[in-house]
C-alpha cells in the first residue's frame, strides 16, 4: 500500500508563540516558576509537541489530568516533574503512578491511602480552599494518612480568578492557612488569570494553561498573549453561482449576485462547530473570505468574491484569534481550544 493520504486539514501551530507566552507568564510570576498545564492534549494542541518545546524552553514542571495522559510525555521531561492533577482512582493507578515515577496530586484521604499503601513517595496535594470541585477539605489536613505523605507541592485552584473578586483573596487567606497546616516543599495557587492577580498568590509555582496557548482570561494579558493555533482547511471545490442560489443546509444563505464560493474541507466534526456558520472568516494571506450558510460536518462553504483566483487543493486558514472567536460564536476560549477535533495534522 502506498502512504495513506494526508487529510485537508491541518492545525498550524507558532511554536515561538508558545514558548514566547510561556516565557512572558514565567517572568509575571515574579519568584515563582511557571509550569505548563497540558491537561487534554495541551488543551487540544498536542500535549508532546507542547512539553518538548516548553521543557526545552525551562518549563520543569508539567499537569495532566490523568495518570495515562503522562505516558506519552515520559521521556520528554522527567517523570517526577509530572503531576496528576486527578490523583490515584484506586491502588492499581497509584501502583502504576509510582512504577512510572509521576506525582499524584493527592485530593482525598482515600487517595491518599492508596498512594501510602503503594509505597508513599513524594506526591502533591490539592486542597480546596472554595471552588468546592475536587481537593482536601482544610478538615482532612488533620487525616492520619494525609499527614503521613511527603508532600511537593501544595496545591490549591482559584474559582474566580478572572474576576475583580472578593473570592481570590478569600481563597488565598484559607491556602495560606492550609501552607501553614501542612508540611510540603513548594505552594502554588495561580492558574493562568491567577497570575496575574500579583506576588501573594504566587508561592512557588504557577499553573498556567489557557494562556500558554494563546488564549487571554483577563486584560491584565492582552498585549503579552499571542496567538498559537490556527485551523487550516484545503479547498475541495470551487463553483460560480447566480444570484438567488442558496448555499448549504437549509438555504441560510443566498446570494445577492453572482459570486463563485469555494468548500473548505473542515466542520463541525473536526471542531469547527456550526457555532461559526454565518460568522466565520477564513483567509488566504490577507484576503477575506467568510464563510457563508450552514457549517457542515466536515465542510464549511466560503465566499471567494476576495479571492476569485484560488482552486481546489488550496489552502486557507481560519480566523481564529481566541478573544475574538470566543465574542463571535459564545464559546469560551477553552472550548474553542480543546474541541479542535483529532483529525487535524498537529504541525
Ligand atoms: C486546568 C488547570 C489549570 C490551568 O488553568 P488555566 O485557566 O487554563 O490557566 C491550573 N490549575 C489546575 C488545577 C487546573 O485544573
Given at each position: 500500500m502506498p502512504p495513506t493520504p494526508d487529510l485537508p486539514l491541518r492545525l498550524a501551530l507558532d511554536e515561538g508563540a508558545l514558548v514566547a507566552n510561556w516565557r512572558a507568564l514565567n517572568r509575571l510570576s515574579g519568584d515563582a516558576a511557571a509550569g505548563a498545564a497540558v491537561k487534554a492534549d495541551a488543551y487540544g494542541l498536542g500535549a508532546v509537541r507542547a512539553v518538548r518545546a516548553l521543557a526545552a524552553a525551562g518549563c520543569a514542571d508539567v499537569f495532566v489530568a490523568?495518570?495515562?495522559?503522562a505516558e506519552p510525555l515520559l521521556g520528554l521531561i522527567?517523570?517526577?516533574?509530572?503531576?496528576?492533577?486527578?490523583?490515584?482512582?484506586d491502588e492499581g493507578e497509584a501502583r502504576w503512578i509510582a512504577a512510572a515515577g509521576l506525582r499524584p496530586v493527592i485530593n482525598t484521604p482515600s487517595q491518599a491511602r492508596s498512594w501510602i499503601a503503594v509505597g508513599g513517595g513524594l506526591c502533591d496535594v490539592m486542597v480546596d480552599t472554595?471552588?468546592?470541585?475536587i481537593g482536601l477539605g482544610l478538615a482532612d489536613l488533620g487525616d492520619d494518612a494525609v499527614r503521613a505523605l511527603k508532600v511537593d507541592v501544595l496545591h490549591s485552584h482559584l474559582a474566580c480568578a478572572e474576576e475583580d473578586s472578593p473570592h481570590n483573596a478569600e481563597q488565598l487567606g484559607r491556602w495560606q492557612h492550609a501552607r501553614g497546616a501542612l508540611p510540603h516543599a513548594r505552594a502554588a495557587l495561580a492558574n493562568s488569570a491567577g497570575i496575574t492577580l500579583g506576588a501573594p498568590y504566587h508561592g512557588d509555582l504557577t499553573r498556567p494553561g489557557l494562556a500558554l496557548y494563546g488564549g487571554i482570561p483577563c486584560s491584565a494579558l492582552a498585549g503579552t498573549i499571542a496567538q498559537v493555533a490556527r485551523p487550516e482547511a484545503a479547498l475541495l471545490q470551487v463553483r460560480d453561482i447566480a444570484a438567488g442560489e442558496r448555499v448549504g443546509y437549509n438555504g441560510r444563505f443566498t446570494a445577492t449576485e453572482a459570486m463563485r464560493i469555494g468548500v473548505a474541507g473542515i466542520g463541525y466534526a473536526d471542531g469547527y462547530l456550526r457555532a461559526w456558520s454565518g460568522k466565520g472568516l477564513f483567509r488566504h494571506g490577507e484576503r477575506a473570505l467568510p464563510a457563508i450558510g450552514t457549517v457542515s460536518m466536515d465542510m464549511t462553504v466560503l465566499d471567494l468574491r476576495a479571492a476569485p483566483d484560488l482552486k481546489e487543493g488550496d489552502w486557507v486558514a481560519a480566523d481564529y484569534d481566541l478573544p475574538a472567536a470566543s465574542a463571535a460564536t459564545g464559546l469560551t476560549q477553552y472550548e474553542l481550544l480543546t474541541v479542535l477535533g483529532g483529525r487535524f495534522a498537529r504541525r
Open positions: 490523568w495518570a495515562g495522559e522527567e517523570p517526577s516533574r509530572i503531576a496528576v492533577l486527578h490523583g490515584p482512582r472554595g471552588i468546592n470541585r
